[in-house]
């Protein structure tokens, strides 16, 4: 409608739907939150509400990266260093997505302990509210890791500056 490209970011928890699929292959840009390599890990960071499945929601990423040739990004979400053994197998399941680019990230605000609707700073909690502060990862442990995946990879990696104030 408005002739300019569209970018669509999805937590890819309904990428195992058909029609999300197709849905989303309308898309100019997509970019897939993933934040775990495996389904312990997932849960602990994601905390996906009852009913969703990590099998399915890999899958569901593999068959729409099948399925469409459009730009991918793939967003990771860092809360501690990985370990070499889940770094290694992120590389190999970025190896097999190719998106065109990574972004790793790290906490910048606190998050809510449980489910509410006023954490995106449209009403400011604190930690007396509800609300766990997050240390970041350090910059320079993410860089390092950038650097590894994308000398494995091929793919442009993107993450916080070593600039950056703070970590």
Request: overall charge positive.
């Amino acid at each position: 409608m408005t002739r300019r490209p569209v970018a669509v970011l999805t937590n890819s928890t309904l990428l195992g739907d058909a029609r999300v699929r197709q849905d989303l292959s309308k898309a100019d840009i997509v970019a897939a939150k993933i934040d775990a390599v495996s389904e312990a890990q997932w849960r602990r960071v994601n905390r996906p509400v009852p009913g969703l499945d990590w099998q399915i929601l890999w899958s569901g990423l593999r068959q729409f990266r099948q399925e469409w040739s459009g730009k991918l990004a793939i967003q990771t979400m860092v809360l501690a260093s990985w370990s070499p053994q889940d770094q290694d197998q992120y590389i190999d399941l970025m190896q097999q997505l190719q998106p065109v680019e990574i972004q790793l990230n790290t906490p910048t605000r606190p998050r809510a302990r449980q489910r509410q609707l006023e954490t995106r700073g449209n009403n400011p909690l604190t930690a007396a509210d509800g609300m766990q502060i997050l240390k970041p990862v350090n910059a320079e442990i993410l860089a390092i890791w950038a650097q590894k995946i994308a000398t494995a990879t091929g793919i442009t990696v993107r993450c916080v500056p070593l600039t950056a104030t703070g970590l």
